[in-house]
């Protein structure tokens, strides 16, 4: 029964790790690509200069990938090496 639950457990971590570092892929390409506008928008938006709206971009990205290292990637590991033993 243990074993089963680390099993499932662990297809699950390990499918939201993969989707959750896609998405921040793909939202670090896409800002890239369009940095401009997503700075023009929201500049428009929230009344902040181009360079804090930069800075919020990187912050934000940098903030998801500590959550998702921290509540995907590490389960993840621990469970495949509770797994093994």
């Known amino acids: 029964m ?3 639950f ?3 457990a662990d ?3 390990g499918w939201c790790t993969v989707l959750n570092i896609a ?12 940095h401009a ?3 023009d ?6 009344g902040i200069t181009r360079e804090e709206a930069k800075v919020t971009f990187f912050r934000t990205f940098q903030q998801y990938r500590t959550i998702v290292i921290a509540f995907n990637l590490v ?3 621990a ?3 509770m797994g093994e033993g």
């Open 2 to 4: 243990r074993d089963e």
């Open 6 to 8: 680390i099993r499932h």
């Open 11 to 13: 297809d699950i971590s």
């Open 23 to 34: 998405l921040l892929m793909i939202g670090a390409i896409a800002v890239g690509a369009m």
């Open 37 to 39: 506008w997503a700075g």
């Open 41 to 46: 928008l929201a500049v428009k938006m929230f």
């Open 75 to 77: 389960p993840f590991v």
């Open 79 to 81: 469970l495949n090496l």
